[in-house]
C-alpha cells in the first residue's frame, strides 16, 4: 500500500515537472517576439528604425489641456470624459484664472458665453487645480514635519508617535463645522446638483478633495454629514446661508468664489444673499462670474463684488445658435395650441422632447394630459419635492421619460444630449429665458429643433424675442391646422407649410386638445 503511494506521487510529481517546463519553454517563445526586446534588436533593422520615430511622436502629441498646466490627476479626469480640445469659452478663461502669484492677485472673471458652451468646465478646472496644487504642497510640509518628529523620537530613544486613526465622518460625534476653500453659487436646485456632478467628475483621480452639494428640500443631516472636510461646496444662496447661520458651515477660509448664471440669480431674488455671501467671504482672493447673459444690472452686481474683473465676451448670446432651427406657430387659443402640440408628439423622429409651460398649473395639466393619451411625460416645477425633481431628472437621463413638461426651473442645468426637441407651448417672461429654452437641445453636437406656439396677443413677446435674439422666427403652418385669424405685423418671411403634415386631430373626450396616442394618423 505504501508503494502505491509513493508511484502515485512520483507520477503527479512528473507530471508537474514537464507542465512547468512546457509552459516555460512557451513563455521564452513569446518573449522572443515581445515588444518588451524590441530596444535589443540591432540598429540595422528597418522595422525598427521607422516606428520608434512613430511612437516617440504619439506619445509627445501635444495637448491643450496639459499646455494650460493643469494637473496630472485633472488630465486624467478629462481624458476620462473624452473632452479632446477645449471649448472656445475654455480656452480663454482657463489660463486667465490660472494666472495667480505673489506679486499680483488672482484675475477676477466676468464671462459671457452661450449656453451649453462648457462654462462649467471652464470655472471648475482652474479652481480644483488650484486647491489640489495647495493641498499637495500642503502635504509635503505635514510629511516632512513627521518625518522630522519620526527620526527625533528614533534619535532620543522613545517610542515611534503613532498617526491618529481616521474618524468616520458620518458618526454625529465627529462631524464638524466646514472651511471650503471653494464655493460656487447656482441659482437653481437643478443646476447646483449638476455642477456637483460634474466637479465630482473631475475630482476622481484626485485623493482626499471633496464636493459637497447643499440644495433646499434636502434633509439637513445628510448635507451636514457631506459638508464634513469639503474643499468645494456647490450651492443655492438660501440653505447656504441656513447652514452658515446654524454654524455648520465657516466662509472665513474661502478663496475662490464663482456666480454661475448670475443674470437668473437676480432674476429670483438673490440679490440680498448674493451681498450677505461677499461680506461673508471678503478675504478671498478671486471672484468669477458666468452666465449666458451679461446684461447692466450684472455689470452692477460685478462692480460691487469684484476688482476690476477681466471681461471675456465669447460668444453673443443673442445670437442663433446655427445648430438648432427655430419655428414659429400661430395659435387661435390655447385649445389650438393643444392640438398642434399633440400634432408635433406623434413625430416618430423625437428622441425625448421638453414642453416649457408658463405656470406651475398649466405644468401640470399639460403633464396629466399627456399621460392620458399614452405618452411617458411627467412635470417638473418648483412646487414640487426636492426628491421627486431628482426622481424624475433621472428618469428623463435614463430613458425612462420622454417628454418633461417643465417651468423655466428646468431651462437651466438640464444636460440631456438626446432631447432633440424643445416646444414653447407658454412663452418665457423674459427674453434671456427664452434663450436658455432652446438651449435644451442641440447639445453634445448634435441638432435641435425649438418649436414656439403663439396666440395672436402674444405679438408684443414674439417681436421682444426676436429683438433680443436678433433673428426672425419663421412662421409656419400645418395643413388642416392653420389658424383663422393673421398676425397684425407682416411677418419678415411668408409663412410655409411646414412638416409633419397632415390633418386635424379630433380632442380626447376631456377635450384637452391631445387625441389617444395610438390613434391612427388621418
Not at 213 to 220: E, L
Amino acid at each position: 500500500m505504501l508503494c502505491l503511494k509513493v508511484d502515485v506521487f512520483q507520477t503527479f510529481k512528473r507530471s508537474c515537472l514537464t507542465i512547468w517546463v512546457r509552459a516555460k519553454n512557451t513563455m521564452d517563445d513569446l518573449n522572443l517576439h515581445s515588444p518588451a526586446d524590441a530596444n535589443h534588436e540591432p540598429a540595422h533593422e528597418p522595422s525598427t528604425a521607422q516606428s520608434a520615430p512613430t511612437v516617440a511622436a504619439v506619445s509627445t502629441a501635444p495637448n491643450a489641456f496639459a499646455q494650460m498646466g493643469l494637473a496630472k490627476e485633472l488630465l486624467a479626469a478629462v481624458h476620462d470624459l473624452n473632452f479632446t480640445q477645449p471649448t472656445e469659452v475654455q480656452l480663454r478663461a482657463i489660463p486667465l484664472a490660472l494666472q495667480d502669484n505673489a506679486d499680483k492677485p488672482a484675475n477676477d472673471l466676468l464671462v459671457s458665453s452661450q449656453t451649453g458652451s462648457g462654462k462649467t468646465a471652464a470655472f471648475l478646472l482652474p479652481v480644483l487645480h488650484t486647491i489640489l496644487i495647495e493641498r499637495q504642497a500642503l502635504e509635503q510640509e505635514e510629511a516632512k514635519e513627521w518625518a522630522l518628529k519620526v527620526e527625533q523620537a528614533k534619535a532620543n530613544g522613545e517610542e515611534l508617535p503613532k498617526k491618529p486613526r481616521r474618524k468616520n465622518p458620518t458618526d454625529v460625534r465627529h462631524v464638524k463645522p466646514a472651511f471650503p476653500s471653494a464655493l460656487v453659487l447656482c441659482p437653481t436646485r437643478e443646476l447646483a446638483q449638476q455642477v456637483a456632478k460634474d466637479a465630482i467628475d473631475l475630482v476622481k483621480h484626485c485623493k482626499g478633495l471633496r464636493v459637497a452639494c447643499v440644495v433646499g428640500g434636502m434633509p439637513y443631516p445628510l448635507q451636514i454629514a457631506r459638508l464634513h472636510n469639503a474643499d468645494l461646496v456647490v450651492a443655492t444662496p438660501g440653505r447656504l446661508l441656513d447652514l452658515q447661520r446654524s454654524k455648520q458651515l465657516h466662509l472665513s477660509k474661502v478663496q475662490f468664489l464663482v456666480v454661475d448664471e448670475a443674470d437668473r440669480m437676480l432674476d429670483l431674488g438673490f440679490a440680498e444673499d448674493l451681498a450677505d455671501i461677499h461680506k461673508l467671504t471678503e478675504s478671498r482672493r478671486q471672484t468669477m462670474m458666468f452666465s449666458a447673459t451679461i446684461a447692466p444690472r450684472i455689470q452692477q452686481l460685478a462692480a460691487r463684488i469684484m476688482r476690476t474683473p477681466q471681461r471675456l465676451q465669447i460668444e453673443s448670446t443673442q445670437a442663433q445658435k446655427s445648430n438648432i432651427k427655430q419655428i414659429l406657430f400661430w395659435a387661435d387659443s390655447q385649445q389650438h395650441k393643444r392640438k398642434l402640440l399633440d400634432h408635433w408628439l406623434r413625430d416618430t423622429t423625437i428622441d425625448q422632447a421638453i414642453v416649457f409651460a408658463s405656470t406651475q398649473i398649466e405644468c401640470d395639466a399639460l403633464a396629466e394630459d399627456l399621460q392620458q393619451v399614452g405618452f411617458s411625460a411627467v412635470a417638473l416645477h418648483g412646487a414640487l419635492s426636492q426628491g421627486l425633481r431628482n426622481r424624475r431628472l433621472q428618469a428623463l437621463r435614463d430613458g425612462r421619460v420622454q417628454i418633461l413638461v417643465a417651468t423655466d426651473v428646468a431651462a437651466r442645468g438640464i444636460d440631456v444630449p438626446s432631447i432633440s426637441h424643445v416646444f414653447n407651448f407658454g412663452l418665457p417672461m423674459k427674453q434671456e429665458d427664452y434663450v436658455h429654452r432652446i438651449g435644451r437641445t442641440g447639445r453634445a453636437g448634435r441638432d435641435g429643433l425649438a418649436v414656439t406656439f403663439a396666440e395672436f396677443r402674444d405679438r408684443r413677446k414674439i417681436l421682444d424675442i426676436e429683438h433680443y435674439t436678433q433673428a426672425t422666427l419663421n412662421a409656419e403652418v400645418i395643413p388642416g391646422l392653420e389658424p383663422t385669424q393673421r398676425p397684425s405685423r407682416a411677418p419678415s418671411h411668408e409663412p410655409r407649410r411646414g412638416k409633419p403634415g397632415g390633418k386635424s386631430f379630433a380632442g380626447a373626450k376631456r377635450g384637452n386638445g391631445f387625441k389617444p396616442r395610438g390613434a391612427a394618423r388621418t
